[in-house]
């Protein structure tokens, strides 16, 4: 059976028609899908670049194929061009093919309605929340609070259509996009599951389990001890710069409050969007813009592997977050991680690692608090190791492997019956 995947990450497309990526979701990402699944076919944007760079890494590959959509940037552009992406994907689904929406995204949701025009079963991905990206503090559009509660709502909706959810977070997105009622909920991540007849029981298949790709050479032996200079707090974000839901913002002016208060710190942003002019504004304004580098995207894999290394801290201040992929790469790597109290990030952190969103001085002071005290960066380095394995590839491989073969199974027995999937009482039109 075929795998049909909507990814939401812009890949690139060269003349001879091949597809690339620098950060995310290259060939080898899709090596679990291939044991369960004859094929996969990647359902995403990608747009054009003249060649293929050095660093570029290939995202096709046997058994791997990629259909493209109509390509956008941003909701002004997608309601420009909204026919000619609808069209594209007419025929992205074939009848008969297995489906799985990675959401919120809007190349999930329009493929979701042509769906469920046909009656097409699906499952989903839930990754983050469109509830928190939109909220005032992530993004202060006038339009922004009509799309979070239609988006919100949305969503809502495609976690009671699925024939089966995988959840990212433990607890956090489950509270705000329940599944259906009947559903047959896996066990706690302390409990390997695998798809059997069982299982079919409850019509709906769920499971929490996270995408992050740790695989046993990715974390150290030893944890962190001290802070590789004494003068000198070495910092790392790894995010999109195309939004500021991830909290650049905050992170630059949390650098100069700490500047203010004796402690230096050097910023190094790994990522690329339409706010980086903003962000070294912002830095030059505040008196810290020497201190802070904007390295565009960084490869995958390798490249992200030297950046934490030469780190002292990664720091994710988001108000809005799934669990963050990059966060956890870092804590395998024996990083100490400062972070938000958004989204699934408390599953991550302890308390004593976390701030409000937007504030900036309670960051400045966690700065100040690492650069005084050696104990401190040990303490949150062996924290961060022992979560990170509880994440690591080997130790979720079967649950993975379960919701796959849950997502075929269901699929098959949907296409077998021909009938249509039961449409739950409360959900909404």
Known sequence: MQL????????????????????????????????VFDSVRVIARAFPVTEAE?????????????????????????????????????????????????????????????LRARNHPYAVDIVADPYDVLSPAANPSPLAGVARVYFTRLMKDQ?????????????????????????????????????????????????????????????????RRSLREKESIHALFIGTLGSLYKGPDTLIRAVALAKSEGAHVLLRFA????????????????????????????????GIRAELDRSDVFVLPSRAEGVPRAMLEAMARGLPCLGSHAGGIPELLHEEDRVQCNDASALAAKFVQISGDGGRVARMSIRNLQTARKYATSRLRERRRGFLEAVRELTADHHRSGAATARPANLSA
Not at 102 to 107: F, N, T
Not at 173 to 195: C, E, I, K, W
Not at 279 to 300: H, M, R
């Open 54 to 114: 050095p660093h570029f890494l290939p995202v096709e590959g046997p058994g791997v194929e990629f259909f493209p959509v109509a390509s956008y940037k941003g909701p002004v552009q997608y309601l420009r061009r909204v026919r000619s992406v609808r069209r594209s994907i007419q025929s992205a689904v074939p009848q008969g093919s297995a489906v799985i929406l990675r959401v919120p995204s809007q190349v999930a949701n329009t493929v979701e309605a042509s």
């Open 4 to 35: 049909c995947l909507t990814l939401d990450h812009r890949f690139l497309q060269t003349p001879d028609g091949g597809v690339w990526t620098v950060t995310q979701c290259p060939y080898s990402f899709y090596e679990e899908y291939l044991e």
């Open 159 to 223: 976690a009671l259509r699925a024939i089966a959810i995988r959840y990212v977070t433990l607890n956090y997105l489950q509270q705000r996009y329940p599944a259906r009622g009947d559903a047959n909920v896996m066990p706690p991540l302390d409990s390997p599951v695998t798809f059997n007849d069982s299982s079919r029981a409850g019509h709906q298949y769920v499971t929490a389990v996270s995408d992050a790709n740790l695989p046993d050479d990715w974390f150290v032996e030893e944890p």
């Open 271 to 302: 990522g690329s969007g339409k706010h980086v002019a903003e962000l070294k504004s912002l830095a030059g304004s505040l008196g810290v813009g020497e201190q802070i580098t904007f390295l565009g995207d960084v490869q995958a894999g390798a």
